[in-house]
């Protein structure tokens, strides 16, 4: 029922720009929280961008703060992530996540377990 879909990944040089999308489907979209997730080889699932449901907060990662922006239209039910000046070391699996609760707590909304659903990722590959 619910579902979210990733797009726009692929193969990219260093210092590339992406935009991924997330389209969702079977939820509130307008109420949820969304975020994105990467997960890279052998490391643990990071969060790298959240926003609320009106875009009037969002969460960015340290490691991507200044490079990546997320964004989302209700009205179309998606959510991007903008990639700026891709680096190597953003190569990993891209992930939308759906909290469906509609509550923004400021020291949980980083941890996947705070999310209820997931998309399959797509995939970013960043050579140097």
């Known amino acids: 029922q619910v579902q979210l879909v990733e797009s726009g990944g692929g193969l990219a040089q260093a210092g590339d720009s992406l935009r991924l999308s997330c389209a969702a489907s079977g939820l509130s979209f307008s109420i949820a929280v969304m975020s994105w997730f990467r997960q890279a080889p052998g490391k643990e699932r990071e969060c790298v961008a959240v926003i609320n449901w009106n875009s009037a907060r969002t969460y960015y990662a340290d490691s991507v703060k200044g490079r990546f922006t997320i964004s989302r239209d209700n009205a179309k039910n998606m959510v991007d992530l903008e990639i700026l000046s891709l680096k190597p070391e953003d190569t990993a699996v891209y992930y939308c996540?759906?909290?469906?609760?509609?509550?923004?707590?400021?020291?949980?909304?980083?941890?996947?377990?705070?999310?209820?659903?997931w998309g399959q990722g797509t995939q970013v590959t960043v050579s140097s």
């Open positions: 996540a759906a909290h469906t609760r509609g509550i923004w707590y400021s020291s949980l909304v980083a941890d996947p377990q705070h999310y209820d659903y």
